[in-house]
């Protein structure tokens, strides 16, 4: 390589490591100048419902089969509950649950006084046959998704089914690896056509103009998004 062209390329490097610090710190100001913005902004562990694969929101607002969201994080779930059977009419809390965010080996919250076992990966109420029916698991297995719905200000929560974990993963990694962070994408979930009950997918993923005052809040919901 010529003096000339090891110069060129030495400019370019530096042009381009400039651009990346420029770029970093204007993420930096943005994010900085939207943590006043996101204090305005609600939190709440209300849940969106997707009964009939439809999409309504928990002020009663129904978006139908399709709905657009911005998601700011997610935890992996385990919940028993004393009453096997879902009663929208007796709304139970779980006697034992736990919440991971990431690769952390699952164990159940610390401030649950008799936890049914010492971990969720051995526990007998997370194997395969031990549900009732001898098909699922007696112990409700679900992903928990932080999310924004387009036109919203508030975090609400959308439940993923165990059915639907590998495929939400997936995808959402996936955005992740695109962009760095999900909070960066609107999101378009609608339901697996694949199957008769209610299973939320990402099927498509634009840009978030928002992603700088989304980012602000993802760090205040998932401080508290983990049950204690």
Same mark, same amino acid.
């Given at each position: ?49 997707? =009964? ?5 929101? +928990? ?27 879902? @009663?929208?009419? !007796? #709304? ?5 649950? *736990? @919440? ?11 401030? #649950? ?13 997370? =194997? ?18 932080? #999310? ?13 089914? +165990?059915?639907?974990?590998? *495929? ?6 996936? %955005?992740?690896?695109? !962009? ?18 209610? =299973?939320? %997918? %990402? ?19 998932? *401080? ?5």
């Amino acid at each position: 390589m010529t003096k000339q062209a090891t110069a060129s390329k030495a400019s370019t490097d530096v042009a381009v490591k400039n651009k990346a610090t420029e770029l970093a710190n204007i993420e930096q100001e943005m994010a900085a100048a939207a943590e006043a913005m996101a204090a305005g902004l609600q939190v709440t562990s209300d849940k969106v419902s997707t =009964q009939n694969k439809a999409y309504k929101l +928990p002020d009663g607002t129904l978006l139908g089969p399709t709905m657009e969201a911005v998601v700011l994080g997610f935890t992996r779930s385990h919940s028993y509950y004393e009453n096997e059977q879902y @009663d929208p009419q !007796n #709304i139970q809390e779980p006697m034992c649950y *736990a @919440d991971t965010i990431g690769d952390t080996d699952e164990v159940p919250t610390a401030s #649950i006084e008799k936890p049914l076992n010492p971990d969720c990966k051995s526990c007998p109420n997370n =194997q395969f046959g031990s549900a009732s029916n001898g098909k699922g698991k007696r112990c409700k297995e679900e992903m928990r998704v932080a #999310i924004v719905p387009k036109g919203t200000k508030e975090a609400v929560v959308l439940n993923i089914p +165990p059915t639907g974990i590998k *495929a939400f993963s997936k995808t959402i990694n996936s %955005i992740i690896k695109a !962009n760095g962070l999900p909070v960066k994408a609107m999101c378009r979930f609608e339901f697996n056509p694949s199957v008769q009950f209610s =299973q939320p %997918i %990402i099927t498509d993923a634009a840009g978030n103009p928002d992603f700088a005052i989304h980012f602000a809040q993802s760090k205040e919901v998932m *401080a508290d998004f983990v049950r204690k």
